[in-house]
């Protein structure tokens, strides 16, 4: 499949030299080359430079408000589990706003994909502080430096029960749609966390070439939790490629009841006299 | 009011003692004796201790509307409860009470009927809760009732459990005994003794909530996502206990916000979905409100309706949270709001709120409140209504489907995703026809334009469905929600008075409201501070109400009061 089938022809208006552009090319190659039909997907993009995905990616798409990317694409899914879900979101986004659903998603293993563009910065709103953002760094929302500890993504994603933890680095864009087709064949809900650097407002790209190494070179196996855990709590070098992959029972297997047929594809309504009886 | 064509008992004591259940089960009994009933209870915000109390009220001449102040007989299930509530017996009522409670009582005002209800528990080795069969056996015997109809319940309650219905009937057997020989000495509303219920009674005793989830099932709801918030948890717990039997989903998540934001992924999906919450719950889903708005996604959202503001009064009820749902989140848009005042409306209106959200693309709110979600009426039985068929397209465009057609009554075809050929996209940024965002000054116009234009036939509905007129007179009284119910109670035996219930309070009936009170002196009775029914008619009719009655102390209002207050208008 050739992956321009899922460009809208739109042309992008990110700066040039931002990540994003990297995410959505190894998007488009990661589904082109599953043979995924455009209409079985849907991208659910939330506020914030990423937001864009959506008009640039030839699919079903759902531009949602700010944060709510993940309860969203749950009720799709939850709706139509013949839908491939994928949210994208940023570090705004994801781990500031919308931080209440993140470990929850985690948890319930709803079967959908997030990618989350993490530039470690505000972007959209001219670069203010994330939760992702490093101690000291001055950004227009912190003339005098960070004062908070960042949070560490993937260590949450460990920690809320995730099956799926990745991170990639829009620097290796080959790596990267790779990243994206594991994440899109797991049963579960798949994280990655895209180190992308943002060349207006806090450009990374020199430091993040230097630390970057991939998992895959050094024989991590996968389904090591405590070997996840250290390597995600690495500062000095930074890992990217699958640190944790499982298999648990996913969120619509508790609702195989309704099913048959799946939500959106009910006919008649549910019929309510026996029910009633109990009233009587 | 103290007439003898119906009956009163309030039930009271400590929470956590049954008496809710109690409650529902002499509901049942006299509903099965061929009567109307209404049950409402009131609670604190905690599980064991505190005081509470539940009134089941009935009667085979007439419709019970509501609670009223004086009841026939207090089931009193310890001693705060008999100090609290003699107050409330009519001149001829009677207290059932535990002896011992009777006895280290200052003084017997005559109305105490003393039994050992805790010794025969404590001998027998029951569990405590089980005094409450002693007491309704005690109830039932003195208004000379028909025993069988609770045996036949109790063994319907605790099917598959023998044991535990076998206890109960012999606890209420043995009340039955001791209420049998009080019966002559009690001059109330007495039970027809030959059961008048033959099985295949087709009237419903059931609460709003109950009723709202019902009538959103029959307009083929099938994706239920709800946080726990009182008093709208009940809906949550009915759809999640016949989830397997309906077939459909239901969830509880994180937060209100999620749960609103689920429910629209799901209708973008194509399924029909709801929430369910009160008004703190309904100020996190805000944002998605306008989400569901501007992406055209339908959505019918359930407020039912406590004291605020905040965390306020959690387990009691108002009529505060109006002006909010009808002006909530940003921008203009159009929405329906729709206020049920009873549990055979909650159900027509939850379900023609869900057809209303399809049939419209327009986030639709039920808006409740506690005394109706909570409490129970008999109803008739509820009728199949179904689902009313939006515009939906399976058209193979070959690429993106103009989701947002400009069309001359501002609905476009819904497209799902999975669709063969055509793609959707949902955007809440202002968009073009196919989703994709714009900001060119003559598109957002057109856009708003086209979704403002939905609003001239919601306004034709609202105008042909917006009210409901009972009665007629000179003075016209008007209300809305549960209030109907007991303004309804404080008519009785008065003419002269119509009544007029505004059902649809977004878009405003305002022609056919006008139509009603024109010439008339209008007074208006709302359980809120402000008077925003009032302040809708005022915006809408340019009509100042000639009397206000308010209410906000968290209880819903006494008939007795209001048919005092009606009254003076008539007087003068």
């Known amino acids: 499949m050739d992956p321009s089938i899922f460009d809208t022809g739109k042309r992008p208006v990110w700066?040039?030299?931002?990540?994003?552009?990297?995410?959505?090319?190894?998007?488009?190659?990661?589904?082109?080359?599953?043979?995924?039909?455009?209409?079985?997907?849907?991208?659910?993009?939330?506020?914030?430079?990423?937001?864009?995905?959506?008009?640039?990616?030839?699919?079903?798409?759902f531009h949602t408000i700010h944060g709510r990317v993940l309860p969203l694409a749950t009720g799709i899914k939850l709706a139509n589990p013949d839908l491939l879900v994928i949210g994208h979101s940023g570090d705004g986004d994801a781990y500031a706003i919308g931080m209440g659903h993140f470990p929850h998603a985690a948890r319930r293993n709803i079967d959908i994909k997030l990618i989350v563009h993490d530039n470690m910065i505000f972007g959209l709103t001219t670069g203010q502080v994330t939760p992702t953002t490093p101690i000291g760094v001055k950004t227009r929302s912190t003339p005098f430096g960070n004062f908070e500890q960042p949070l560490n993504p993937i260590l949450?994603?460990?920690?809320?029960?995730?099956?799926?933890?990745?991170?990639g680095f829009s620097g290796?864009?080959?790596?990267?749609?790779?990243?994206?087709?594991?994440?899109i064949k797991h049963r579960g809900f798949a994280f990655i966390d895209v180190l992308q650097p943002c060349v207006t407002f806090y450009n990374t790209y020199t430091i993040l070439r230097q630390k970057v190494y991939k998992l895959e070179d050094t024989g991590h196996d996968p389904t090591d939790f405590e070997r996840a855990v250290k390597l995600a709590s690495e500062t000095e070098r930074i890992p990217i490629g699958i640190f944790y992959r499982i298999n648990r029972p996913i969120l619509e297997d508790a609702f195989l009841h309704a099913m048959n047929p799946p939500p959106v594809l009910r006919q008649k309504p549910a019929d309510i006299r026996k029910i009633l009886e109990r009233f009587r | 009011m103290e007439t003898s064509k119906n009956l009163s008992v309030l039930i009271a004591?400590?929470?956590?003692?049954?008496?809710?259940?109690?409650?529902?089960?002499?509901?049942?009994?006299?509903?099965?004796?061929?009567?109307?009933?209404?049950?409402?209870?009131?609670?604190?915000?905690?599980?064991?201790g505190g005081h509470q109390w539940a009134q089941v009220r009935a009667s085979l001449e007439e419709t019970v509307f509501s609670h009223q102040k004086k009841v026939d007989i207090v089931l009193a299930l310890d001693k705060p409860s008999i100090e609290k509530h003699t107050a409330s017996l009519k001149t001829n009522g009677i207290i059932i009470c535990d002896e011992e409670d009777a006895s280290s009582l200052a003084k017997n005002n005559g109305q105490m009927r003393a039994f050992p209800l805790r010794k025969i528990v404590k001998e027998m080795n029951a569990p405590s809760v089980t005094i409450n069969s002693i007491g309704l056996g005690i109830i039932v015997g003195i208004l000379n009732g028909n025993i069988e109809i609770a045996k036949k319940l109790y063994d319907e309650q605790f099917r598959g459990k023998k044991e535990t219905a076998d206890l109960n009937k012999q606890l209420f057997n043995m009340g039955y005994e001791y209420g049998k020989e009080l019966s002559n000495s009690f001059q109330g509303y007495k039970l027809p003794q030959q059961a008048i219920y033959s099985g295949k009674e087709k009237r419903l005793l059931i609460d709003g909530n109950t009723a709202v989830a019902l009538g959103a099932l029959s307009a083929g709801l099938t994706f239920f996502v709800s946080y726990p918030m009182t008093p709208a948890s009940p809906i949550l717990h009915f759809l999640a206990e016949v989830q397997k039997e309906v077939?459909?989903?239901?969830?509880?998540?994180?937060?209100?916000?999620?749960?609103?934001?689920?429910?629209?992924?799901?209708?973008?999906?194509?399924?029909?979905?709801?929430?369910?919450?009160?008004?703190?719950?309904?100020?996190?889903?805000?944002?998605?409100?306008?989400?569901?708005?501007?992406t055209e996604t339908p959505i019918l959202i359930v407020e039912v309706q406590r004291p605020g503001p905040s965390t306020g009064l959690p387990t009691h009820t108002a009529q505060g949270d109006l002006r909010f749902?009808?002006?909530?989140?940003?921008?203009?848009?159009?929405?329906?709001?729709?206020?049920?005042?009873d549990p055979y409306q909650a159900y027509v209106l939850a379900n023609r709120g869900l057809n209303i959200a399809w049939k419209y693309q327009v986030p639709v709110i039920l808006l409740s409140d506690k005394y109706l979600g909570e409490s129970y009426w008999t109803v008739p039985d509820f009728p199949e209504l179904g689902i009313e068929e939006p515009k939906i397209s399976r058209e193979n465009v070959?690429?993106?489907?103009?989701?947002?057609?400009?069309?001359?009554?501002?609905?476009?075809?819904?497209?799902?995703?999975?669709?063969?050929?055509?793609?959707?996209?949902?955007?809440?940024?202002?968009?073009?026809?196919?989703?994709?965002?714009?900001?060119?000054?003559?598109?957002?116009?057109?856009?708003?334009?086209?979704?403002?234009?939905?609003?001239?036939?919601?306004?034709?509905?609202?105008?042909?469905?917006?009210i409901e007129t009972i009665g007629d007179g000179d003075i016209v009284v008007v209300t809305w929600g549960s209030t109907k119910q007991v303004v309804l109670e404080?008519?009785?035996?008065?003419?002269?008075?119509?009544l007029v219930q505004v059902i649809w309070m977004e878009p405003f009936p305002k022609n056919k409201l006008l139509s009603e009170i024109k010439d008339k002196r209008l007074l208006v009775i709302e359980n809120n501070s402000t008077g925003q029914l009032a302040s809708l008619i005022r915006e809408n009719l340019f009509r100042e109400p000639d009397g206000l009655l308010l209410k906000y102390d968290g209880r819903q209002f006494f008939p007795e009061d209001i048919q005092l207050w009606i009254n003076s208008y008539l007087e003068r």
């Open chain 2, 13 to 48: 004591g400590p929470a956590g003692a049954g008496i809710f259940s109690s409650s529902l089960t002499l509901g049942k009994i006299f509903l099965r004796h061929g009567l109307n009933v209404f049950i409402t209870n009131e609670y604190p915000s905690l599980i064991r």
């Open chain 2, 325 to 341: 749902v009808i002006h909530a989140s940003q921008g203009e848009f159009p929405r329906v709001v729709l206020a049920p005042g």
């Open chain 1, 172 to 183: 290796e864009v080959e790596h990267l749609k790779e990243l994206f087709k594991e994440a």
């Open chain 1, 15 to 61: 700066c040039p030299g931002c990540g994003n552009y990297s995410i959505l090319l190894a998007l488009r190659k990661a589904l082109a080359e599953l043979e995924i039909n455009p209409e079985r997907v849907v991208i659910v993009t939330g506020i914030g430079c990423h937001g864009r995905m959506s008009e640039y990616m030839k699919t079903n798409t």
């Open chain 2, 247 to 294: 077939g459909i989903v239901v969830f509880q998540p994180e937060s209100e916000i999620a749960a609103i934001n689920m429910a629209i992924g799901a209708a973008y999906a194509g399924a029909r979905s709801m929430v369910a919450t009160s008004g703190g719950g309904f100020s996190l889903m805000v944002e998605a409100l306008g989400q569901a708005a501007m």
């Open chain 2, 490 to 498: 404080a008519l009785k035996g008065v003419s002269g008075v119509k």
């Open chain 1, 156 to 167: 949450l994603a460990l920690a809320s029960g995730a099956t799926f933890v990745a991170r």
């Open chain 2, 398 to 466: 070959g690429g993106f489907f103009p989701r947002y057609k400009i069309t001359e009554d501002g609905v476009s075809p819904l497209v799902f995703p999975g669709t063969p050929g055509s793609l959707v996209y949902a955007n809440t940024s202002e968009h073009d026809e196919y989703g994709f965002g714009t900001i060119e000054p003559s598109k957002v116009k057109e856009m708003q334009d086209k979704r403002l234009r939905k609003y001239r036939l919601l306004r034709e509905e609202a105008e042909k469905h917006g």
